[in-house]
């Protein structure tokens, strides 16, 4: 499949700049049946069955965006792809020229990180013995907020731009479907009759990257880190004897639960994903997907075709941008029941 078979027009004005005043006030997109609704997100707990499981990721953005200079005066922006160990992290670096293997660089006016090496498009960077990174970043960190967000992180999105449920640090771009939950609607749905099990994964920045290769098989997809629970696994068979459905609330929690059934049968424990899901991958765990609308030509985009039917989701955006839904982290959400 060619990549630009996946792209779409999305008018700037439609790219949220901003999250709606109150968590849960977005819109929300249903897809099923070849059927398009337009709804709010707070219908949501009509539109989930007593008996199914929603699955939350539970991670937690790190303020992974640093900014200082080398050892030659030049400046240099970081941004922490990965946290390795209590003192490693990968990172991206920006600055007139990339730094030398054993050279310092100054953080913050704060910290200092020895660069270690280049592991393909990252660089090693390793942080004082006497602080652990996280304690670090969580100091003199920014958060770092989507390229296509324009304004600097301030407090509201130190926030927003956090699920209520965040539980482990690692990730370096929010979960954005998990976005539109506040308390009150976790309890409703629990009320309900809904379970809630998480997994974490932590998610990096390769989420934002469009695709640039000219047919999708080419693209190598980016490496990451997740966990499944085993009180997850069980949850997931309990709802599944009871015929209950498997609701995924985001692409990584559907690509960590995907991941871990690669062998036919869901299973927990930690590892890496670079799970790839186009049109024609056959789902093994997941039968509706809850979304935010993504950017054109992405993986992400591809992973929904694949789930909601390609023709029927290219249809959903051109609806989405016609009614003027808002797009990405902050914007509206869709919620897909899984194509047969």
Do not use: W
């Amino acid at each position: 499949m060619r990549t630009d078979e996946f792209d779409f027009v999305l008018p700037e004005q439609l790219i949220a700049q901003h999250p709606p005043e109150q968590r849960g006030a977005s819109r929300l997109l249903y897809a099923h049946d070849g059927i398009l609704e337009d709804r709010r997100f707070a219908e949501l707990l009509h539109l989930v069955r007593i008996g199914d499981v929603l699955v939350l990721n539970d991670t937690r953005v790190i303020k992974a965006r640093l900014f200082g200079s080398k050892e030659s005066g030049g400046k240099v922006e970081v941004l922490v792809e990965r946290v390795l160990n209590d003192h490693e992290v990968l990172v991206q670096v920006r600055a007139s020229h990339s730094p030398q293997a054993g050279s310092i660089l100054y953080l913050a006016g704060a910290t200092s990180a020895e660069v270690l090496g280049r592991e393909g498009e990252f660089f090693r960077l390793r942080f004082p013995a006497d602080a652990n990174v996280l304690d670090l970043l969580e100091r003199y960190g920014q958060l770092p907020l989507p390229p296509y967000i324009t304004h600097p992180a301030n407090d509201v999105d130190e926030q927003r731009y956090q699920t209520v449920f965040a539980n482990v640090a690692g990730a370096v771009a929010a979960p954005t479907a998990g976005l539109h939950f506040d308390e009150a609607m976790l309890q409703a749905l629990r009320d309900k009759g809904v379970r809630i099990a998480y997994v974490t994964l932590h998610v990096g920045a390769g989420t934002f990257q469009p695709v640039r290769t000219d047919h999708i098989h080419e693209h190598t997809m980016h490496s990451e880190r997740y966990e499944i629970p085993q009180a997850t696994v069980d949850a997931i068979a309990q709802t599944r004897a009871a015929a209950g459905r498997v609701i995924a609330v985001g692409t990584t929690s559907l690509r960590a639960l995907e991941s871990a059934a690669a062998g036919g049968e869901l299973v927990a424990g930690e590892r890496e994903t670079n799970i790839f899901i186009i049109p024609g991958y056959r789902f093994k765990v997941v039968d509706v997907l809850l979304t935010n609308f993504h950017l054109p030509r992405s993986t992400l985009l591809m992973l929904v075709c694949a789930f909601g039917g390609m023709s029927e989701m290219l249809a959903a955006y051109r609806h989405a941008v016609e009614q003027k839904y808002r797009f990405f982290s902050y914007g509206d959400a869709m919620l897909i029941e899984r194509k047969p």
